[in-house]
């Protein structure tokens, strides 16, 4: 099956700028959905972008127009492209991925059960 490893955390400055990365191993051929979620402490994992096969994108309200999610899949790498950093997007970010069974809205492929392989997580810290 896939693995996937996340990284490219560390610490910025609000609005300072920061690329992740997830390389994807193994069984790579079927990761038709990849995203990134993030957890902050004492908060629930949410879904901050996916992406499917072709390019196609979806983004939460909180990060659109300042993060762009992107894959290269010659390379099996997802990427995470974060500008205008905030305090509030410190977290641990996760890459996630799964194959396309069925049929899901945009919306539906932020939640984490959707995701049946996930990363181990790099952390991302912004200070003000």
């Known amino acids: 099956q896939a693995q996937l490893v996340e990284s490219g955390g560390g610490s910025a400055q609000a609005g300072g700028s920061l690329r992740l990365s997830c390389a994807a191993s193994?069984?790579?051929?079927?990761?038709?959905?990849m995203a990134w979620f993030r957890q902050a402490p004492g908060k629930e994992r949410e879904g901050v972008a996916v992406i499917d096969n072709y390019g196609t994108t979806s983004y939460a309200e909180s990060v659109k127009g300042r993060f762009i999610i992107s894959r290269d899949n010659a390379k099996n790498t997802l990427y995470l492209q974060m500008n205008s950093l905030k305090p509030e997007d410190t977290a641990m970010y996760y890459c996630?991925?799964?194959?396309?069974?069925?049929?899901?809205?945009?919306?539906?492929?932020?939640?984490?059960?959707?995701?049946?392989?996930w990363g181990q997580g790099t952390q991302v810290t912004v200070s003000s």
């Open positions: 996630a991925a799964r194959p396309k069974v069925g049929s899901y809205s945009w919306a539906g492929l932020r939640e984490v059960y959707v995701y049946n392989y």
């Open positions: 193994g069984y790579t051929y079927n990761l038709y959905y």
